[in-house]
């Protein structure tokens, strides 16, 4: 039997190879998307609606603090809770561009203040004044007023910034909910408590 000259002989078709290389394209494509969207600065990325105020369960748990601390006999006083990141941006500012001292190392968009889940707090010695001492004991039971606090804080779930290596922030107290700044610049958000939603 005579074998049939190669330029007759019928060609496979190429079907299979180029669904294959469609394939490999598009997984290709998908992922290229997905690595610009993660390095795409945040403020292209679409954002979920504006924040305005103290998540709520942060917002609930700084009240049970402050309840918490006066069965202690200590009053605290939040005095800074959700901020602006144009707010952020002029503390940033401080100690830079005008005068003061350095507070935060921050800009805004880059503290958890911008996002409502983040407060800072000081202490009540009397007649409306506040202090920031660490080492005052005004209701005289042998231990700081100010670690206490922040031992109650802790048990209530927050986290606080005097624990921070590079640049600890002794008034700072905040519920992260397990999400980065990086994440929560992308536009993802803790969740809300059922009666918020």
Known sequence: MQSIPQHVRPRKPKKRRSIRRFMLWFTFLVLLAAAVIELMPAEIVRHPEPIT??????????????????????????????????????????????????????????????????????????????IWDLDYDGNRDGQSDWMEIVWLAKSLGFSWGGDWKGFPDYPHLQMDFGLSIRELRQGKRPPMPAAEQ
């Open 53 to 130: 105020g103290l998540h709520p369960v942060v917002a609930a748990k700084a009240q049970q603090l402050k309840e918490a601390g006066k069965k202690r006999g200590i009053t605290i006083r939040i005095t800074d809770e959700f901020r602006s990141a144009a707010e952020q941006d002029a503390l940033y500012r401080k100690g830079r561009e005008t005068s003061g001292s350095i507070v935060t190392n921050v800009k805004g968009g880059h503290s958890y203040h911008n996002y409502g889940l983040a407060v800072d707090f000081a202490i009540e010695k009397g007649e409306g004044e506040i």
